[in-house]
């Protein structure tokens, strides 16, 4: 293992105590947040909530400290052993989050838009494209099954229009 960033799963909640306590041990850390609306009212949302980009040397002898850190689960990888992570993935994460926070996010589909999935079990199925789940599943959509409308998160990228935003055709 060599000197890098890791993704650390930490417990809800205790990202800002954790972030101080691993910075005592010289632990770089990134927590990406992204903003969102909700209610009318901008706020701060991590990424990916309950996990953190740390930069460190687990060969280091503040590995222990960082390790057994109060509110850190463990490091991602094969056995739980850390497995770093390209310092480009971490660079293109944190350009595209600091464009989301500067521009907004740009929309590839509004609310009512008819959208067919195009991945996993539901591949092929028509849904009415209901809303985006920042930092979660990334969107929502109704889906008629057995008779009855279900609302699901997907993941954005398995989705494709049938038909221009906003229509219902």
């Known amino acids: ?37 909700r209610r009318g009212k901008k706020l701060r949302e991590p990424l990916f909530p309950c996990y953190l980009f740390c930069f460190l040397d687990p060969q280091s002898a503040q590995w222990p400290q960082v390790r057994w ?10 056995a739980r052993q850390p497995t770093p992570v390209a310092s480009s993935l971490v660079e293109e994460i944190r350009a595209r989050a600091e464009g989301w926070n500067r521009s907004g996010w740009e929309s590839a589909f509004a609310p009512g838009q008819q959208v067919r999935i195009n991945a996993g079990v539901l591949s092929g199925v028509d849904a009415i494209f209901s809303r985006y789940l920042p930092g979660r599943q990334r969107c929502e959509v109704l889906v008629s099954l057995v008779g009855r409308t279900h609302r699901l998160p997907i993941p954005t990228l398995t989705l494709e229009a049938r038909h221009p935003a906003g229509l219902l055709a």
């Open 69 to 78: 850190a109060k509110g850190l689960r463990y490091f991602l990888g094969p």
């Open 1 to 37: 293992m060599a000197v890098g960033w890791y993704v650390a799963a930490i417990q809800r909640g205790k990202e800002s105590a954790l972030k101080a306590g691993l910075a005592r041990h010289g632990v770089e850390v990134y927590n990406p947040d992204i903003v969102v609306v």
